[in-house]
C-alpha cells in the first residue's frame, strides 16, 4: 500500500519527458509543458478530487522511513542538472531559434527547474541529513537563488506572517508588488541572518565562512561550467547559454515567490508585544488538498502541517481542519494570482471569512 502511494509522487517525471517532446516536436510544442501544468494538471485536480486523509503515528512512522520516498528525490537532483545542461545545449545548437520558441522552451525549464526543482530543494533543506542538505543546495544553484536555504530555513520559518517575513503578502498586495519586495528583501535577510550568525562563532563577514558569498557566487561559476563545457564540446563560444540559464532562473525564481505568495497571502500573527508575536498555527497557513497537484509538489500544499512540523517528511504531512483552504490546487491559484482582480475577488472574501472564524 506504501508503495503504491509511493508511485504517485512519481508522475513528476513526465515534465521532463514533455519538455523533451516539446523540443524534439519543435515550434510552438515548446509550449507543452507550459499547457500541461496550467490546463491539465487544473482540469486532473477537479477530476480527481481532494483528500484530507491523515496517515495516523506508527504508519506516519514507518512510511517516514521507506526509501522509495526519498528516492524520487534523489533522482530529480541528477535529472534537474541534465535538464539544465541539455537546454544549455539546445540553445547552442540553433533548434531553438526563434524567440516564441526560445520563450516556450525556457518556461518550460523553468517550471521543471522552479515547480519541482525548488520544491524538492525546500523538502531536502529542512532535513538533518549533510546529503540533503547538500542535494538541496545543488538544485538552488541551478535556479541561481541558494541564499532560500538560509532565509527560507531561518527568516521565513521565524518570521511568517509578521511585517518582518519579506515572503508573507499582505492582503490586497499584488502579486507584482510582492515579487519586487520579497526577491530583494530575502535576499538581504539571508545576508542579515549569515553575519548575525558569523558575528555569533567570532567570524568575519568577508572570509571563506560565509555561505551568502559562497551563495552569491556558485550559480556564476556553474553557468560558466555550462558555456566552457559546450565550447570545449563544439569548439564556439555560444554566449546564448548565459541568456537561457539565467531566464530560466528567474522563471524558477517567479513561480516559487507567485508559491509563497498564495501560502500565507493576508494573514497575520498577532503581536503579543513589541515586536513578539503568537507562535505559528495551523491557521496561519493555506493550504489545498486537491490530490493530483499535491502528488506533482510533493504535498507542498498541505503547508500549514509543514510550518508545525518542518522537518516532517513530505509523505505523511496532516490536513488541518482549522487551516484556511484555497478553492483550487496551487497551479489554478497561480493562474489567478498573476491577474490581481482576480486574485483579490477570489482570495479576499475566503481571507475575511477565515479571519471572522479564527478570532
Not at 94 to 113: A, H, I, P, Y
Not at 337 to 347: H, V
Amino acid at each position: 500500500m506504501s508503495f503504491a502511494r509511493a508511485i504517485g509522487f512519481y508522475i513528476a517525471l513526465i515534465l521532463p519527458v514533455l519538455l523533451l517532446l516539446g523540443y524534439l516536436l519543435d515550434g510552438l510544442f515548446n509550449f507543452t509543458t507550459v499547457a500541461f501544468v496550467f490546463i491539465a494538471i487544473p482540469i486532473l485536480d477537479f477530476i480527481g478530487g481532494k483528500s484530507k486523509n491523515n496517515i495516523d503515528g506508527d504508519n506516519a512512522k514507518l512510511l517516514s522511513g521507506r526509501f522509495y520516498f526519498k528516492a524520487i528525490l534523489y533522482l530529480w537532483v541528477y535529472l534537474q542538472i541534465i535538464v539544465v545542461i541539455f537546454g544549455a545545449y539546445a540553445v547552442s545548437v540553433g533548434k531553438v531559434d526563434n524567440f516564441l520558441e526560445w520563450l516556450g522552451f525556457v518556461l518550460s525549464t523553468g517550471l521543471l527547474t522552479g515547480g519541482i526543482g525548488i520544491t524538492v530543494a525546500h523538502e531536502l533543506g529542512h532535513k538533518s541529513s549533510k546529503l540533503e542538505r547538500f542535494y538541496a543546495k545543488a538544485l538552488l544553484m541551478t535556479v541561481s537563488y541558494m541564499h532560500f536555504h538560509i532565509e527560507h530555513n531561518r527568516g521565513h520559518h521565524v518570521n511568517v506572517a509578521t511585517p518582518l517575513d519579506p515572503a508573507t503578502a499582505r492582503k490586497n498586495e499584488p502579486l507584482y508588488f510582492f515579487f519586487a519586495r520579497t526577491i530583494v528583501g530575502s535576499y538581504f535577510h539571508a545576508w542579515a541572518i549569515e553575519k548575525k550568525l558569523l558575528a555569533k562563532n567570532g567570524r568575519k563577514l568577508f572570509s571563506f565562512h560565509n555561505s551568502m558569498i559562497w551563495y552569491s557566487f556558485l550559480p556564476f561559476v556553474f553557468c560558466g561550467i555550462l558555456v566552457l563545457g559546450n565550447w570545449m564540446i563544439t569548439s564556439t563560444w555560444h554566449f546564448q547559454i548565459v541568456y537561457f540559464f539565467f531566464a530560466q532562473s528567474l522563471v524558477a525564481i517567479l513561480l516559487l515567490e507567485a508559491v509563497n505568495y498564495i501560502e500565507h497571502y493576508g494573514i497575520v500573527r498577532k503581536e503579543i508585544s513589541p515586536g513578539h508575536f503568537e507562535r505559528v498555527k495551523a491557521v496561519h497557513s493555506w493550504d489545498s488538498y486537491f490530490n493530483i497537484s499535491n502528488f506533482f509538489l510533493f504535498q507542498l500544499q498541505r503547508h500549514a502541517d509543514h510550518h508545525l512540523n518542518a522537518t516532517r517528511r513530505y509523505q505523511v504531512l496532516q490536513s488541518h481542519e482549522e487551516s484556511p483552504t484555497l478553492p483550487a490546487g496551487y497551479p489554478t491559484m497561480i493562474l489567478a494570482a498573476f491577474i490581481p482582480p482576480l486574485w483579490f475577488r477570489l482570495a479576499n472574501p475566503l481571507l475575511e471569512k477565515h479571519q471572522l472564524r479564527a478570532a
